[in-house]
């Protein structure tokens, strides 16, 4: 690959917002027909880095060039028309559409009376659908297809596009292994056929397997430029976080207490059925098992989300009957949801809001919050987590999602919860981030609490054995 013409390079690439410099200099070149890795932290520059090449931010200075000629993109469509096209995590595509008015939204072909040719259209979605095997037609609509699936038409609408480059922002983060093992094999097609590919992930074990190459950032530098078969997780990890992450699953003994919670024979809808299990003071108690075998239905049940059809919930050995997350709440449990986004934080609020919203009642004096306790609490949570931001009025959705993820997890650092599940939290989140959450679990359990992991990674699962 070292006689590899380069399809896309980054030179001397620096952007700031106000005061705060995100990328510095940044150095960084694209082969063509490569699938390569773009790794760093949250907030190490890669999502600003990825807007100034789709268009969508423009540089402070430096230069971007495409097969060794310089660009200029003020917008994504300038990057369009130049064939870059990207695939975000957050899929933006309409349920009750069928998957050719998805993969033709907002560039819809018209026919000779200036009507929408949905014959034509639908031929070329086939088409797609057929190149890369899909296991379904043109005609299906969003809402009955799997998260897969719906990554592959997502996947097929920036074909339609005819890119050169693909850029994938986390693809795997909601898939199966099935799923994952499906995509990679679409990734290698592309690859083969000519396509450049970007891939971001902070899975690092699926970096390894699909890219040719791998390029770091930390603190809006490039730290290096690997091949990937000269790169362990190890090395990759050392270069984010500026040294050597010992261990990344870090243990502490709890003393194991008394049951806390204990659910017998609970039942609710397809996916919960006859589940039983303990939970007891001071214990991190792993759930393991693919996306859709009911584990998040099965908390949410015992969150009050959603109503039990049998069974029976015990919480300190009495029952426990919850008839929405506010009883649950008031009883001493702690939810941390796996979609941040939408179930987790109000993305237009101040970092202090969001802390305040699990239990306003402690943060207030006769119905109005106390706003010199907030300030003190928020900065002491933003302390304890190592939260990265501006200060407590900063809006979350202007943080990175590990941070994000901190606040969520922060929310419930200053109420009574006595019970704590964890949703796949750390999906979306750095190396570094991660082990924080790790951290923030072992400390909940050395204060007595019982602890419930959702996860996806059985080699994260069994770290905390």
């Known amino acids: 690959m070292n006689d590899t013409p380069v399809m896309l390079e980054c030179r001397d690439i620096t952007k700031s917002f106000y005061n705060n410099q995100v990328l510095k200099k940044v150095n960084i070149s694209i082969k063509k027909g490569e699938v390569h890795g773009l790794l760093g932290q949250n907030g190490a520059g890669k999502s600003t880095l990825v807007k100034i090449i789709t268009g969508v931010y423009t540089l402070d200075s430096g230069e971007i060039l495409i097969e060794g000629k310089p660009v200029k993109m003020n917008s994504p469509r300038d990057a369009e028309e130049l064939g870059i096209a990207i695939i975000h995590q957050d899929q933006q595509l309409v349920p009750n559409f069928d998957v050719t008015r998805n993969a033709f939204l907002g560039m819809e072909l018209t026919n000779k009376i200036g009507g929408l040719d949905f014959r034509r259209m639908r031929k070329m979605v086939e088409e797609k659908l057929s190149y890369i095997n899909a296991d379904f037609s043109a005609d299906r609509q969003i809402a009955s297809l799997s998260v897969g699936q719906r990554e592959q038409v997502a996947i097929v609408t920036a074909l339609l596009q005819n ?206 919050i106390d706003r010199k306790f907030e300030k003190k609490q928020s900065n002491s949570i933003i302390q304890a987590l190592n939260i990265i931001c501006t200060g407590i009025k900063q809006r979350v959705s202007e943080l990175s999602g590990g941070n994000q993820q901190k606040v969520v997890i922060g929310r419930w650092m200053t109420g009574n919860a006595k019970v704590f599940i964890f949703d796949q939290p750390t999906t979306g989140v750095d190396v570094g981030a991660k082990t924080e959450i790790y951290r923030q679990m072992i400390m909940l359990a050395k204060k007595g609490c019982g602890v419930i992991f959702i996860s996806s990674e059985f080699e994260e699962l069994l770290g905390h054995l």
């Not at 299990?277 to 989300?305: D, N, P, Q, S, W």
């Open 163 to 368: 890119p050169r480059i693909l850029i994938l922002d986390e693809p795997t983060a909601s898939l199966s292994n099935k799923e994952i093992n499906r995509l990679f094999e679409i990734i290698r097609l592309l690859r083969d056929s000519g396509v450049t590919i970007i891939y971001i992930s902070h899975h690092l074990d699926e970096v390894l397997e699909i890219t040719d190459r791998i390029s770091v950032l930390r603190e809006g530098v490039n730290q290096c430029t690997l091949e990937t078969k000269d790169a362990t997780q190890h090395l990759i990890v050392s270069h984010m976080i500026g040294r050597e992450l010992k261990e990344f699953y870090p243990k502490e003994k709890a003393e194991i207490g008394d049951v806390v919670l204990e659910v017998k024979d609970l039942h609710r809808g397809k996916l919960v059925n006859g589940v039983d299990f303990t939970l007891r003071k001071g214990e991190i108690l792993g759930f393991a098992g693919l996306v859709g075998a009911g584990r998040t239905e099965t908390m949410l049940t015992i969150y009050g989300a959603e109503k039990k059809q049998k069974g029976t919930i015990l919480l300190d050995g009495k029952p426990f009957n919850p008839r929405s997350p506010i009883d649950a709440r008031k009883a001493g449990i702690a939810f941390i949801p796996e979609d941040r986004r939408n179930e987790g934080i109000v993305g237009d609020m101040s970092i202090s809001q969001n802390l305040s919203l699990a239990d306003t009642e402690l943060w207030a004096k006769h119905g109005i």
